[in-house]
């Protein structure tokens, strides 16, 4: 077996150069004498410091042999490769280990994508939503249904939720997440007539989870309004949404083997066992549900109302448009409501 050159050898070659280098450089700036001092330091320290590797390489390992493995212990050399091989084993374990929470983690997206998408297939969780949620969620079923929608902001939207257009006429939405035994009579949709008005818009929606007073009802007729409530609120849900999808179960990767295990979506994480035996932690829960756009624009977090591209000294992203009142902003590569 060949012997590599020693540390402190190959500096030793190397003096003469940085003597050279040095000396030209102070004749060419013109401080030889004050240069020359430093460059005699930097060559006593380089010197110590390659005498000192010299000696260790020489120095006789704990078997006797001089030089250790350079100088041919083979129980060094053992030991080295022995070394080595368990270096080869721990980054092939390592890149194993980052490909798994790699994956782990793409996983996790897709599959609180496609659960999300599958939440609001199913009627029953437009009546667990947050206001906010709700709003958003009405939303994207207009958009899927085939209409443009522009949300109005979360607070002071003065009388509307959001604006449709569609086959070159003009909606407004307004959203009320009430109670099951919530009641909407008919000046709440008086007042949403005259927001109408005021936007002269061609018709209207309004949806709610509670139910509406025959009087509600009677003056929302003559009014060019559909309502929704809480019997009829799956009409809207199964046309936007033909197939009802099971939003109750994840698909979840574990993080010892990579191996995908289902496990069931509460509000609280749970434990299983994947198919080699090894403990998995959901890392889905129905709190990560969120909205995600069939449009490529998203929603704001803080105030629900649907971001613009904005252009910055750092590149374009997604910004409030109620800004400097929302500063809410998120990456051009973000989508959906967290």
Same mark, same amino acid.
């Given at each position: 077996?060949?012997?590599?050159?020693?540390?402190?050898?190959?500096?030793?070659?190397?003096?003469?150069?940085?003597?050279?280098?040095?000396?030209?450089?102070?004749?060419?700036?013109?401080?030889?004498?004050?240069?020359?001092?430093?460059?005699?330091?930097?060559?006593?320290?380089?010197?110590? %410091? #390659?005498? /000192? &590797?010299?000696?260790?390489?020489?120095? *006789?390992?704990?078997?006797? @042999?001089?030089? $250790? =493995?350079?100088?041919?212990?083979?129980?060094?050399?053992?030991?080295?490769?022995?070394? %080595? #091989?368990? /270096? &080869?084993?721990?980054?092939?374990?390592? *890149?194993?280990?980052?490909? @798994?929470?790699? $994956? =782990?983690?793409?996983?996790?997206?897709?599959?609180?994508?496609?659960?999300?998408?599958?939440?609001?297939?199913?009627?029953?969780?437009?009546?667990?939503?947050?206001?906010?949620?709700?709003?958003?969620?009405? =939303?994207?079923?207009?958009?899927?249904?085939?209409?443009?929608?522009?949300?109005?902001?979360?607070?002071?939207?003065?009388?509307?939720?959001?604006?449709?257009?569609?086959?070159?006429?003009?909606?407004?939405?307004?959203?009320?997440?009430?109670?099951?035994?919530?009641?909407?009579?008919?000046?709440?949709?008086?007042?949403?007539?005259?927001?109408?008005?005021?936007?002269?818009?061609?018709?209207?929606?309004?949806?709610?989870?509670?139910?509406?007073?025959?009087?509600?009802?009677?003056?929302?007729?003559?009014?060019?309004?559909?309502?929704?409530?809480?019997?009829?609120?799956?009409?809207?849900?199964?046309?936007?949404?033909?197939?009802?999808?099971?939003?109750?179960?994840?698909?979840?990767?574990?993080?010892?083997?990579?191996?995908?295990?289902?496990?069931?979506?509460?509000?609280?994480?749970?434990?299983?066992?994947?198919?080699?035996?090894?403990?998995?932690?959901?890392?889905?829960?129905?709190?990560?549900?969120?909205?995600?756009?069939?449009?490529?624009?998203?929603?704001?977090?803080?105030?629900?109302?649907?971001?613009?591209?904005v252009s910055g000294r750092r590149g374009r992203f997604?910004?409030?448009?109620?800004?400097?009142?929302?500063?809410?902003?998120?990456?051009?590569?973000?989508?959906?409501?967290?």
């Amino acid at each position: 077996m060949g012997r590599s050159s020693s540390p402190s050898v190959d500096r030793i070659l190397l003096f003469p150069y940085v003597i050279l280098g040095w000396v030209a450089l102070a004749h060419y700036i013109g401080f030889f004498p004050a240069l020359g001092i430093v460059v005699v330091v930097y060559i006593l320290a380089w010197c110590a %410091e #390659a005498a /000192r &590797e010299w000696r260790n390489a020489r120095k *006789a390992c704990e078997h006797g @042999i001089r030089a $250790g =493995a350079r100088g041919g212990c083979q129980v060094c050399l053992a030991e080295e490769a022995r070394m %080595e #091989a368990e /270096r &080869e084993v721990q980054a092939v374990d390592q *890149a194993r280990r980052q490909a @798994i929470d790699d $994956g =782990a983690k793409r996983l996790r997206e897709e599959e609180i994508e496609r659960l999300s998408k599958a939440w609001l297939s199913n009627t029953e969780a437009y009546f667990q939503m947050t206001p906010l949620q709700f709003e958003c969620a009405i =939303a994207e079923l207009f958009k899927r249904l085939g209409y443009e929608v522009i949300q109005t902001p979360f607070s002071n939207d003065g009388g509307k939720d959001a604006i449709a257009r569609k086959d070159g006429k003009k909606y407004l939405i307004e959203c009320k997440r009430y109670a099951s035994s919530n009641s909407i009579g008919r000046r709440d949709v008086q007042i949403f007539v005259a927001a109408m008005q005021d936007e002269k818009a061609d018709g209207g929606f309004y949806i709610n989870t509670g139910i509406f007073t025959r009087t509600a009802t009677k003056y929302a007729a003559i009014n060019r309004i559909d309502l929704y409530d809480r019997l009829t609120l799956s009409l809207l849900v199964n046309r936007a949404y033909p197939i009802s999808a099971d939003a109750s179960r994840a698909n979840v990767m574990c993080l010892e083997c990579g191996a995908v295990t289902s496990m069931p979506v509460l509000d609280d994480p749970v434990t299983g066992v994947c198919s080699n035996g090894h403990s998995v932690s959901s890392n889905i829960v129905k709190a990560n549900f969120r909205i995600f756009s069939s449009s490529d624009i998203p929603y704001c977090d803080r105030c629900g109302a649907l971001m613009k591209l904005v252009s910055g000294r750092r590149g374009r992203f997604w910004g409030c448009p109620r800004y400097p009142a929302c500063g809410s902003i998120k990456p051009l590569t973000r989508r959906g409501l967290r």
